[in-house]
């Protein structure tokens, strides 16, 4: 059963960058779906997509954050990254990874998600 | 953009349906995904493509969709089903993922 695991620091100070992984586990990140993406939950808000990356390599982002998001992807670890650039508080929240068949197609594979707080 | 607009609360006895709705802009001519989320749990897809139900859900969960509005009906509904449910959809416009604002149900 295909199994996603957010890591990272849990707490970030502001203008720095944040990185967090998502490791893939039961089945290769190669062949368990075509995209893999990143979503977030500030405090009390709803959630927000911050992009999806093809196993190919072409990434997708959401506008808002495109100017400070890069999501990667590394096959020989069965992983791939998200990095946010000068952060604020405003980036706190619970960050989530997730797995999707196709670009439109749903986030069917989840992760239970970890919580980036921004302070300094 | 495209905004999704949902009530921020639904409240419902158990055994009865709730319904959740998910107003956008002729949303009835796009795809509607909707999640279930609990604290300290990873998301879970219970509604795709309008009224899809993936594997392991109940079908106590379905959904439609038509000219402004998507719902999602919970049937027979259990203390369990207690969450916070977001619908989605992809904006065509932008290029990008959509959420709704959540919704949460509670069971009295």
């Known amino acids: 059963q295909l199994q996603l695991h957010e890591s990272g620091p849990g707490l970030v100070k502001p203008s720095e960058t944040l990185s967090l992984t998502c490791t893939v586990s039961g089945g290769s990140i190669s062949s368990s779906g075509r995209y893999w993406g990143w979503i977030r939950q500030p405090p009390g808000k709803g959630l927000e997509w911050i992009g999806s990356i093809y196993y190919g390599g072409t990434t997708y982002y959401n506008a808002s954050l495109k100017s400070r998001v890069t999501i990667s992807l590394d096959t020989s670890k069965n992983q791939f990254s998200l990095i946010l650039n000068s952060v604020t508080a405003a980036d706190t929240a619970l960050y989530y990874c997730?797995?999707?068949?196709?670009?439109?197609?749903?986030?069917?594979?989840w992760g239970k998600g970890t919580t980036v707080t921004v302070s300094s | 953009s495209y905004v999704l607009t949902q009530p921020p609360s639904v409240s419902v006895a158990p055994r009865q349906t709730a319904r959740i709705t998910c107003g956008g802009d002729n949303i009835g001519g796009n795809s509607v995904h909707w999640y279930q989320l609990k604290p300290g749990q990873a998301p879970v897809l219970v509604v795709h493509d309008d009224s899809g139900r993936p594997s392991g859900i109940s079908e106590r969960f379905s959904g439609s969709n038509s000219g402004n509005t998507a719902t999602l009906t919970i049937s027979r509904v259990e203390d369990g089903d207690e969450a916070d449910y977001y619908c989605q959809v992809w904006d065509n416009t932008d290029d990008h993922w959509v959420f709704g604002g959540g919704t949460k149900l509670t069971v009295l």
């Open positions: 997730a797995r999707h068949r196709d670009l439109f197609d749903p986030l069917d594979v």
